[in-house]
C-alpha cells in the first residue's frame, strides 16, 4: 500500500523538474478574461483517481502539470493508495508511475505520469497576492472535469504553522489538487479541501508548491513497488471500475479498468465491461470492437450481441443494429434486449414488428410506451387507448402519448399555448422517444408566429431523429416560411433521400412553391388533392399554384372546393385559414379579370382585418407565399388604393 504518512516534511526533487516563476515576477503581465484563463489552462487539468490493493475506488481530486512528466496534487488524494489513473481533459489516460515528493502537512503531493506534450501551468510570485483580488479555480468537483470557479481572496490564515490561503470560491469534494490562478493566469496556489470552514475555500501556498518543487525525494516511491505481490482475483480486479460504472462516473471507470492487469481486460467480463463504458463515453466503434471480442470468447452469450447492437444503433447503423440485436434475443438471457430490438424497429417504421417484442402485460413503461406508439401509427386505436390507460396507471400520472392526445384537442380547441404545454411535456417524457410531440410543439409554435422557438425546436428534432420524414417536412416548411430557401432546399434533399418512403406530394407541393417553381409544385399538388379529397389546406395549396402559373379557371375551380370544405367542417378554423381562403378568391377574381368581386373581397378583408390588408402584415402570418403570389397581391393592393 502507497503511504505517503511517512514523507518528511521538505523533501528534494530533480532539477529536471524545476519551474523558474520567479523569473517573471518583475514583469508586466496584461490581465486575462476569465475565458481566456480557462481556454489556455484547462488542457493542463486533471482528473485523478486512485485505489486501494484489491483495485477499489478510493478517492478522486484534481491536479495540474507542472512539468514535463510530473503533476501535482493534494497529499490526501493519493494518501492510503496503491494505484492511480490521471485523466486529462480530452479523454486521455495515463497511470500514475510514481511519487517524486510529498508533504503531509503542507497537503501536497508531486507524481510522475505521462503528460505528453502539454504545457505545465506557471507559478505566481505569492508576494503578490492581495484581499480583496479576483481569483479563479479550475477541478472535477464531484468528478465533473475542467469545472471553472471564480471568487476573491478573501483572507490568510495560519494553519499548524501552514500557511492558507482563503478564497470565497468554495472547494468541493473532487476538486481538491486542483490550481488557483489570478487575473494574469497564473497559479498562485493549489485547491485543498482539508479544511472546512462554511463558505470558503482555501489554498496552498505557491511558495510552498515551489518549494516541494526544489527538495525531491531521494529516490522516487514506485507503485509497482508498493501494490501487493499476490493479484486478487479477476473478478475483483473488475470490481472497481464496475462500481464506477454503476455510479455512472464513465472516464473513472475507464481509468480504472485500464489500471487491471491485461489478463483480466481480456476476459468477456472484461469486455461486456469495456464496451458498456465505451457506448456511455459515445465511443461507439471502440465499444464495438470491445463486443465483437466478447462474442469470439463466448460466441452463445447475448451480452455482447445485445450491447453491441446499442452502440450500433447509437452510431446509426441501423440495420446492422437490427442484425445484432436480433442475434441477442434468440439465445438464452436475450429476453433483456427484446426492447431494444424492438426501439430499433420502431426507428425503422417496421411498426408490426415491434408488437412482437413487447407484451401488453409489461410493467415496463418504457417499453409500453414504444408499443402503443406502434399501434397509433399502425391504426389500432383501441389498444392504444388501452395501452395509454396502463401506462398512467404504472406512473401515476399521463404518459407521453396521453399528454399528445390532449395536445392535440387543445390544437383543435385553437388552444395553442395549452396544445405547447401538453406536447413539451409529451416530448420530457423519459420514456418518450417518437418525435410526434417535439414536430408538433414546432407546429404549433409555428402557427403562432413564433418563428424563432419554432426554429430552435424542429432543429432539436431533426438532430434527434435525423431520418424522420415528419420532422425533415415540418423544418423544410418553417424554412420557406422564415425565407431560408437554401435550408429549406437541404432538408427537401435529405426527404427525397430517406429509403423506403412514399412520395411525399403534400411537402412536394409546398417547397416547389415556395420556391417559385410551380411547374414543378403543380403536379404534386394535384395528387395531394388526390390522396385528400376532403382537405381544404389542399385544394387551396393547388390553387395558389395555379395562381402562380396564370391559369385563373383552374384557380377558381380548386378555391371554391376548398371554400365548400371549409364551411361545411365542423372543426374550428383560426383567422389565418380564413385569410388564406379569402386572399386565395380575391387573387383568383383579379387575375380573371373580375375587378369589381376582387375589389369588395379586398375591402372586406381591410375592414375586418386591417392589419393583413398589406403585403408586410401578411408576412406576419403562418402562410407560405412564393415571390409571384405577392407581386400579384402587391399589384392588386396598390390598384383599389
Not at 502539454?118 to 505566481?124: D, E, G, H, W
Not at 470557479?149 to 469534494?173: C, D, H, N, Y
Not at 386565395?584 to 386591417?610: E, F, V
Request: hydrophobic letters at 40%; proline letters at 5%; charged letters at 20%.
Amino acid at each position: 500500500m502507497l503511504n505517503l504518512s511517512g514523507m518528511i516534511k521538505r523533501v528534494g526533487i530533480t532539477a529536471v523538474i524545476f519551474i523558474n516563476a520567479m523569473a517573471i515576477s518583475g514583469q508586466r503581465i496584461t490581465a486575462l478574461s476569465p475565458q481566456q484563463i480557462y481556454e489556455k489552462s484547462k488542457g493542463s487539468v486533471v482528473t485523478i483517481y486512485t485505489f486501494d490493493e484489491n483495485k477499489a475506488p478510493l478517492l478522486q481530486g484534481s491536479g495540474f502539470v507542472i512539468a514535463k512528466n510530473r503533476i501535482i496534487t493534494n497529499y490526501h488524494v493519493l494518501s492510503g493508495s496503491s494505484s492511480g489513473s490521471i485523466i486529462f481533459d480530452d479523454g486521455t489516460v495515463a497511470p500514475i508511475q510514481s511519487v517524486i515528493a510529498g508533504s503531509g502537512p503542507n497537503d501536497l503531493a508531486i507524481v510522475g505520469a505521462s503528460t505528453g506534450d502539454r504545457r505545465p501551468l506557471v507559478l505566481a510570485d505569492e508576494s503578490g497576492i492581495r484581499v480583496g483580488q479576483a481569483v479563479y479555480a479550475i477541478g472535477a468537483p464531484s468528478g465533473l472535469p475542467a469545472s471553472f470557479s471564480s471568487g476573491l481572496v478573501s483572507g490568510f490564515r495560519e494553519e499548524e504553522g501552514q500557511f492558507r490561503i482563503q478564497i470565497t470560491a468554495q472547494i468541493a469534494p473532487g476538486s481538491s489538487g486542483g490550481p488557483v490562478f489570478n487575473d494574469q493566469g497564473l497559479v498562485i496556489g493549489i485547491t485543498t479541501s482539508k479544511l472546512v470552514d462554511a463558505g470558503f475555500g482555501f489554498a496552498v501556498g505557491v511558495s510552498d508548491i515551489q518549494h516541494l518543487i526544489q527538495v525531491p525525494l531521494p529516490v522516487p516511491i514506485q507503485l509497482a513497488d508498493l501494490s501487493s505481490d499476490n493479484p486478487p482475483p479477476q473478478e475483483n480486479q473488475l470490481s472497481s471500475a464496475t462500481d464506477l460504472f454503476k455510479q455512472k462516473k464513465y472516464p473513472g471507470a475507464l481509468a480504472a479498468f485500464q489500471a487491471v492487469p491485461e489478463s483480466a481486460r481480456k476476459t468477456f467480463d472484461g469486455q461486456i465491461l469495456l464496451c458498456q463504458i465505451e457506448e456511455q463515453l459515445k465511443d461507439y466503434p471502440s465499444a464495438t470492437q470491445a463486443c465483437d471480442i466478447a462474442a469470439a470468447l463466448r460466441p452463445d452469450d447475448a451480452q455482447s450481441y445485445g450491447y453491441k447492437a446499442f452502440a450500433e444503433f447509437a452510431s446509426g447503423e441501423d440495420s446492422q443494429a437490427e442484425l445484432s440485436a436480433a442475434k441477442a434475443t434468440q439465445l438464452q438471457g436475450g429476453d433483456q434486449f427484446k426492447p431494444l430490438l424492438a426501439t430499433i424497429f420502431y426507428s425503422e417504421g417496421k411498426y408490426s414488428l415491434v408488437v412482437g417484442q413487447i407484451q401488453a402485460t409489461s410493467n415496463d413503461t418504457f417499453a409500453l410506451t414504444l408499443l402503443a406508439g406502434a399501434e397509433l401509427r399502425s391504426g389500432d386505436f383501441n389498444r392504444f387507448t388501452s395501452l395509454n390507460a396502463r401506462i398512467s396507471t404504472l406512473k401515476g400520472a399521463p404518459g407521453g402519448w396521453a399528454l399528445y392526445q390532449e395536445g392535440i384537442a387543445a390544437e383543435k380547441d385553437l388552444d395553442f399555448d395549452t396544445a405547447a404545454e401538453k406536447f413539451r411535456a409529451c416530448d420530457a417524457d423519459e420514456d418518450f422517444i417518437d418525435p410526434a410531440c417535439i414536430v408538433a410543439m414546432a407546429s404549433v409554435e409555428a402557427r403562432q408566429g413564433q418563428y424563432e422557438s419554432a426554429q430552435k425546436d424542429i432543429s432539436t428534432a431533426v438532430t434527434r431523429y435525423p431520418t424522420d420524414h415528419s420532422a425533415l417536412s415540418e423544418a423544410m416548411f418553417i424554412d420557406l416560411l422564415v425565407g431560408d430557401t437554401e435550408h429549406a432546399s437541404q432538408m427537401h434533399s435529405r426527404l427525397k433521400g430517406l429509403p423506403n418512403k412514399t412520395q411525399d406530394d403534400f411537402s412536394d407541393c409546398l417547397y416547389y412553391y415556395g420556391v417559385n417553381q410551380p411547374m414543378m409544385a403543380e403536379p404534386h399538388c394535384s395528387d395531394a388533392v388526390k390522396e385528400s379529397p376532403d382537405s381544404s389546406v389542399a385544394w387551396s395549396n393547388a390553387g395558389y399554384v395555379a395562381i402562380d402559373e396564370g391559369n385563373f379557371p383552374s384557380a377558381a375551380a380548386d378555391f371554391k372546393k376548398a371554400k365548400d370544405l371549409y364551411d361545411t367542417s365542423k372543426d374550428k378554423h383560426t383567422v389565418t385559414e380564413q385569410l388564406d381562403l379569402s386572399w386565395g378568391i380575391a387573387m383568383t377574381l383579379y387575375g380573371s379579370g373580375d375587378r369589381k368581386n376582387a375589389k369588395s373581397i379586398y375591402r372586406a378583408i381591410k375592414k375586418d382585418y386591417p392589419e393583413f390588408a398589406t403585403l408586410s402584415g401578411l408576412k406576419q402570418l403562418p402562410l407560405l407565399w412564393s415571390q409571384s403570389t405577392q407581386a400579384v397581391i402587391a399589384r392588386m393592393i396598390s390598384d383599389f388604393k
